[in-house]
Nanobody
Framework: QVQLVESGGGLVQAGGSLRLSCAAS????????MGWFRQAPGKEREFVAA????????YYADSVKGRFTISRDNAKNTTYLQMNSLQPVDTAVYFC????????????????????WGQGTQVTVSS
């Protein structure tokens, strides 16, 4: 299994930026894909972005495409989510997740593709 710890959440005004980090331990980081999901109050957890083991493949939800960028540093066992042009609708708890089913990302992942999850970090965007 993999242990995941998110950081970088906080309160930001609309139009601002945040960078989330997810530190992984316990299994060779470069052997699996990583993803970010989010869950707003009263809503289902939804996919945000995913990245393949080498960083060569990525996939984004339509709602964040062009504003968010997922990346990874295998030397640091860390995945990042750069979030720009944040809007109040982006307010949610953001979770990182590790997929042992995928090495590359070739289509829209689902929650079932991810086997380990972090505790989440709160992102609040004020208007």
């Amino acid at each position: 299994q993999v242990q995941l710890v998110e950081s970088g959440g906080g309160l930001v005004q609309a139009g601002g930026s945040l960078r989330l980090s997810c530190a992984a331990s316990g299994r060779t980081f470069s052997s699996y894909a990583m993803g970010w999901f989010r869950q707003a109050p009263g809503k289902e957890r939804e996919f945000v972005a995913a990245i393949g083991w080498s960083g060569g493949s990525t996939y984004y939800a339509d709602s964040v495409k062009g504003r968010f960028t997922i990346s990874r540093d295998n030397a640091k066992n860390t995945t990042y989510l750069q979030m720009n042009s944040l809007q109040p609708v982006d307010t949610a708890v953001y979770f990182c997740a590790a997929s042992f089913k995928m090495t590359e990302v070739v289509g829209l992942p689902t929650r079932a593709d991810f086997g380990s999850w972090g505790q989440g970090t709160q992102v609040t965007v004020s208007s």
